[in-house]
Each structure stands twice: as structure tokens, then as C-alpha cells.
């Protein structure tokens, strides 16, 4: 619709121009043609004129008179001209009636007038069109003039030079119509390559001639409520490595051949779009939800295989992550937030394809309710403190408990720490969350000290308490409040809270270490470091993970490990607590070992503070007296 | 092969036009009275006639016109 109405603007545009063009010319040419007659014809008129006026004035010399001479003048009249004889004071000498035939009556011609602008000019009386000459005889005492009829008609030389510019006209406009088609067709197809080139452009990645996000979001803005899609989100894991090691033609390389192994592979889908670097997008219509799951795997698999570049095979890996329409994302928009979001998840637990659940996003619903309701739960007292006992081997007494915080919501229940911790930690509420729940355990180990019970608090710190540098002083403060000599505090830290940024959390650790609160590195074995760094550390005791202690009867890994650890860590001089003990015959062997302490349900769940101190009464391994 | 683009009217119109602008370029050229565009229009005339004849109209085809109603869209 757009192009016709340019093509038609161009060709009366042409039109117009051709047509405005030729009236000018018309015009001008016409006037020019008008002029040159004229001039013309008066200087016929005006030598005619100086002839006949020579002749007189001769006449007039030789003696003859100047009546004679006005009977003369007939005789040299034709149909067309007149000559007439002017006194000094021009005043017609009227020498013939006859003279008044001529169309207009010679008396009352304006000689006068007329002689006053000059020697000739032109005239138009009665719509007759005249032209005149005079010339003065015997030293202006008489004036010869000629007055003459034009042969020459202007409107009717207009009318033929009108007819020829009009057919010139007709032509020029039509052979104008021609090229201003011909040109339009040439002008449209130009701008229609050229905008195709840019519309190319804005919704395709140049390097892999992949749609881009763009058009990813158009597709997606065009998805069919009733039917299921699944949007893949695939990302390539060491396309930087590349990038710094073997160059960026190397990983532009590599991009090429993944973009084209996922657009084979995943099929068939609705579309296969590059979103950013190293980031692929598939969407696909599903009728079953394994069949999203299946195309993922099949694309790792494609992947995973080496890739052949500059006489190298170089092997990547690849995360995705998957959303599926409508169940998990109510909106394309959301959908392709909720793949990325399982993408990334994916690529940070280090596993090949996750799919979206409510779980691992951080910014999920419930998740955003429940950030907004925390602030008010630490104030409004909604936090609960639970104990876990901790049994000393070796004299089978319970020596302390682990402090564990629940959330007891007044509308969802009882939320454990695993949904709210993160979230604490993500809206800046850690610091007073940890806070609250150190008083509190402070406090209740005051209580028990009053009550003749002496037992260890540890408490749980996050990554980011230990970056904040006056948790120390906090501590310190705390201590003093409740009386609580600093050993009976026991810290315990996680081995990848550390590793995030192992400066700030040694110096917080130093300080706490030096008040003589003891620190304790908790899920042990499940992060990468070593016993050596970790004894590096100012820490007293590791944890072995339940992971380990609950199969370690079965698994002869789990415990080859557990034992290994046990006799690492005493030989290093650190305490060893097992966690996760379920049954009598893991703990007994624990004993075995010379494990220090253990914990775990086969002992007791974690339980608030009375129905902590009740179990206390009736268990086998009382508190020391 | 170029494809026919007149349609039978357009053809129609065409012989018209043709066979006036031979009248007023070769047989009456009293009206036009100029003998350089007296030949131009007959010219055309008779240029015209045979663009008729092969049915392809070289303008339309430049310019990606077509009145012929197979390729019409």
C-alpha cells in the first residue's frame, strides 16, 4: 500500500514537473515570438516611412506645395497603410475624405499622443491591431506618418504556436509518464532491498545468520494459548576460554558450528535464535513435557562432540535450561526470563539441563512474598530457635546443640531456613536475621546456665555475615549481655562461604578466633578444598556432611572417607562432628573411629527449647554434670 | 521469455490510439502542422501497433506493470 503510493506520488511528481516545464516554456517562447514580429514589422514600417518621407521633402525642395502633395499621398496608400500629413502642431492637413475608410476616423486619431512616445510604436484601437511611423519633413515644419494594419495577428500566431507547444506538450508529458514509471519501479526495488538488508539486520545475528532476541520476541509475542511450547535456553560453557586462548575467530568459529549443530538438532522446532554471546534460544512446540528434555539432551550431545578448528579439536559444553508455555510462564516475556533463570541455574550447580521450577528462581512469586514478609516476621517476633543435640562419643553425654532458626509463618506455618535464608540474604535482612537468632541462643544458654545445664551454642553464619566486619564486635557485645563465656559459642561456616572471598572472611574469622569463640566448617566434603587448606584456617572442628554418614554402612566410598577424614583431621588436631546420624549402628561405628561428636535424627530432630529440655530428662546420653 | 502484459481492453485502447496518432502523423498532417512531430506521433503510432502485435509492452515491463490477468496480481 505504501510503495503504490509512492510510485504514484513519483509519477505525477514527473508529470507535474513536465507540465510546469513546458508552460514556462510556452509561455516565454510565445512572448519572445510576439516581440520579435513586432520589432520586426516597425522597422520595415520605419524605413518604408524614411523612404517615402526622403521623396516628399525633395518634392517640397523643388518648390512643390505642401496640398499637392497631400493629393499625392493616395496614391502610395495600400488596403493596409495610410499615410497622412501632420501640420507643426500635428494637426492632420486634410486633403480626402477617403481617409475615414480605413476602420477609424482619421480626425480623431490621437496623433498628438502618439507622436509624443517617439517615432514609431504600436497601437490597438477597435480591437484592431495597428502599428505606425512618422518621420518630420522640412525641419519639423510637417510630419510624414504612416499608419498601418497589421498583417501580422497576434492572438491568431498565439493560437498556431499554442497548437504546436501543446502537441510538444502532449508528448514530452507522456514520454515523461514512461520514465517516471520505469524510475519508480527502479527507485521501489532499490529501497525495497535496501530495507530488507536493514530489516535483516535489526532481527539476524551477522555471524551466525540466526534470528536474534528481537525476533525471538516477536515469535514469541505470536504464541497460541492452547497449544504447549518449550523455549530451550542454551549456553555454551567455555566459549571465554576460547575467546582468551585460541582468539576470536576461533570462538566466532565455534559459535558457527554450535549454531548449526543446535538448528539441526533441535527439529523440529519454531525457530533457533542467538541471544548474546555465547546464549542460543529453541522454541519448540511440545505435545508431551519429556519431549522438550529429550531435544535438550540430544543438543548436549551434539555439542559435547569435538569441533574441528584451525587443525585443533576442541570440545564445549553446554547448560540449558527450559521453560515450557503456558505451565511455567503465564507470558512470552516471562518465559524466556524463567528459561534463562533455569539456564543459570544449571550452569551454576555444574549440571547439563534444568528445568524451570518454582524452586530455583530467585525472584519467583512466593519468593517476593515472602521477602516482603520477613523484615515484619524478625520484628514481629515470628522467628523460633530449634536445639539439635551434639553427643560426645566418647563419654556419650550431650555437650552441646546446634541452633537452627524456623520460621513460624502466621498463615503458611512452619518455613525452613532452606526457602527463607536465601532471600534473607538477598534483601539485606542476614545481618539482623543472624543477630537475632545469636541473641537468642545466647540467651537460652544463659537460661540453661542458671538451670545447672552447661551446654555449647553453634550457630550458623551466611557468606555475607562474614564479610560484614562488625560481626565480630556484635559477637563481643552479645557475650557480654548474657554472660556466656566465648568458648561456649561455637561458629560454624560453610567451606564455599569462605572461598567467595577468602580475605575479608579471614580477617573476621581471626577476630572471632582470638575472642575465643570456636569455629567449626560446616557440610564438610561437599565443596572442593582440601584438609590442608583448611587448616590454614583459625578453625577447631569440621563437620563431615550427612551425605557421607548416612550411607557410610553400605558405601564403602562414603566410608573409606569418613574414616579417612576422621584420622586426616585428628592428625591435623581438629575436632570431628558427624552429621546426619540415623540409626544406632552409624553411630556405634562412628565410636569406632573416634569421632568426636555426632548429630542426627537417630539422636533427636531439632526441637524447640522445652521439648529440647524434656528429651534432655528421658535420653541415653544425659548432659555432663 | 517476457511474459505478455497487455490485457485485451489495454489492446483495444491501444489500436485507438495507434491509429489516431497515424492519421494526425501521416494522412491529416494539417492539423499538427509541424513535420518533426507529425513524424514523432505517427512514429509512435506505429510503434505502438506492433508492442500490439507481440502483446509485450516494454514500459510495463520496465517498470514491472502488467494488465494481462495470468501474472496480474
Known sequence: ?625 | MVKKNMCALDRAIRVLFSLVCIYFGFIDTSIINEPLLAMIIGGFGIFNFAVIFIGICPVYHLAGISTHKEIKK
Not at chain 1, 528481537?214 to 567455555?238: F, M
Open chain 1, 1 to 625: 500500500m505504501q510503495r503504490m503510493s509512492i510510485r504514484i506520488r513519483l509519477v505525477i511528481g514527473f508529470v507535474l514537473i513536465s507540465l510546469f516545464v513546458l508552460v514556462l516554456f510556452g509561455i516565454v517562447t510565445h512572448r519572445t515570438t510576439l516581440e520579435i514580429n513586432h520589432n520586426y514589422e516597425l522597422s520595415l514600417l520605419k524605413s518604408f516611412v524614411t523612404d517615402q518621407a526622403n521623396t516628399l521633402d525633395n518634392q517640397l525642395s523643388q518648390g512643390a506645395s505642401i496640398d499637392q502633395l497631400a493629393q499625392q499621398l493616395p496614391l502610395i496608400n495600400s488596403s493596409f497603410s495610410r499615410f497622412v500629413l501632420l501640420d507643426q502642431h500635428n494637426q492632420l492637413i486634410d486633403n480626402h475624405s477617403s481617409y475615414d475608410s480605413f476602420n477609424i476616423r482619421l480626425s480623431e486619431f490621437p496623433f498628438q499622443q502618439l507622436l509624443s512616445t517617439g517615432l514609431s510604436g504600436s497601437i490597438t484601437l477597435n480591437q484592431h491591431y495597428y502599428a505606425w511611423a512618422a518621420k518630420p519633413l522640412q525641419e519639423n515644419k510637417f510630419t510624414l506618418f504612416m499608419l498601418h494594419q497589421s498583417e501580422y495577428n497576434p492572438p491568431a500566431n498565439a493560437r498556431a504556436l499554442g497548437k504546436r507547444m501543446l502537441i510538444t506538450a502532449l508528448v514530452i508529458t507522456w514520454l515523461a509518464f514512461w520514465v517516471a514509471l520505469i524510475f519508480s519501479k527502479r527507485i521501489i526495488r532499490q529501497l525495497d532491498e535496501k530495507n530488507a538488508a536493514l530489516t535483516h539486520k535489526a532481527l539476524y545475528d551477522d555471524l551466525t545468520s540466526l534470528p536474534n532476541r528481537y525476533r525471538l520476541h516477536e515469535s514469541l509475542q505470536q504464541l497460541n494459548n492452547n497449544t504447549s511450547y518449550a523455549l530451550l535456553v542454551v549456553d555454551l560453557n567455555n566459549l571465554r576460554d576460547i575467546n582468551d586462548t585460541l582468539g576470536h575467530r576461533s570462538g566466532d568459529e565455534l559459535l558457527k558450528v554450535a549454531a548449526e549443530r543446535i538448528s539441526q538438532t533441535a527439529t523440529p522446532n519454531l525457530i533457533v535464535a542467538r541471544l548474546s554471546g555465547d546464549e542460543f534460544a529453541v522454541l519448540l512446540e511440545t505435545n508431551t513435557p519429556h519431549q522438550a528434555e529429550e531435544i535438550a539432551r540430544k543438543i548436549l550431545y551434539e555439542i559435547s562432540k569435538p569441533i574441528h578448528i584451525d587443525e585443533m579439536d576442541i570440545v564445549t559444553h553446554a547448560s540449558i535450561g527450559c521453560a515450557h508455555y503456558p505451565h511455567d510462564a503465564e507470558t512470552p516475556d516471562s518465559l524466556l526470563n524463567r528459561a534463562e533463570v533455569s539456564m543459570f541455574h544449571a550452569k551454576q550447580t555444574n549440571i547439563n539441563y534444568q528445568a524451570y521450577n518454582n524452586e530455583i528462581d530467585p525472584l519467583n512469586k512466593q519468593r517476593l512474598e515472602l521477602m516482603s514478609s520477613l523484615r515484619k516476621a524478625i520484628d514481629q517476633g515470628q522467628l523460633r530457635a530449634y536445639y539439635q543435640p551434639k553427643i560426645e562419643l566418647a563419654t556419650q553425654h550431650t555437650t552441646g546443640v546446634e541452633v537452627l532458626v524456623r520460621w513460624q509463618h502466621p498463615e503458611k506455618g512452619i518455613i525452613n531456613p532452606d526457602e527463607f535464608i536465601p532471600i534473607a540474604e538477598r534483601c539485606n535482612l542476614i545481618d539482623k536475621l543472624t543477630h537475632w537468632v545469636l541473641d537468642e541462643a545466647l540467651r537460652q544458654c544463659h537460661m540453661w546456665k542458671q538451670n545447672d545445664l552447661d551446654l555449647t551454642v553453634a550457630v550458623n553464619l551466611s557468606a555475607r555475615n562474614l564479610l560484614d566486619a562488625n560481626l565480630a564486635s556484635q559477637v563481643e557485645a552479645l557475650l557480654t549481655k548474657w554472660q556466656i563465656p566465648a568458648k561456649q559459642l561455637k561458629l560454624e561456616v560453610t567451606e564455599s562461604m569462605i572461598m567467595s572471598d577468602p580475605e575479608t572472611a579471614l580477617h573476621t574469622l581471626n577476630r572471632l578466633n582470638t575472642m575465643g569463640v570456636s569455629l567449626s566448617v560446616d557440610d564438610y566434603g561437599t565443596g572442593y578444598s582440601s584438609l590442608a587448606y583448611i587448616k590454614k584456617l583459625p578453625i577447631q572442628e569440621i563437620k563431615i556432611d550427612r551425605t557421607f554418614v548416612k550411607d557410610m554402612l553400605h558405601n564403602r566410598d562414603d566410608s573409606v572417607i569418613v574414616q579417612s577424614t576422621i584420622e586426616l583431621a585428628h592428625n591435623l588436631g581438629l575436632c570431628v562432628v558427624a552429621e546426619g546420624v540415623e540409626n544406632e549402628a552409624t553411630l556405634q561405628r562412628l565410636a569406632e573411629l573416634q569421632c568426636n561428636r555426632a548429630q542426627g535424627y537417630y539422636m533427636s530432630r531439632p526441637l524447640p527449647a522445652t521439648q529440647f529440655e524434656e528429651w534432655l530428662q528421658t535420653c541415653k546420653w544425659p548432659a555432663a554434670q
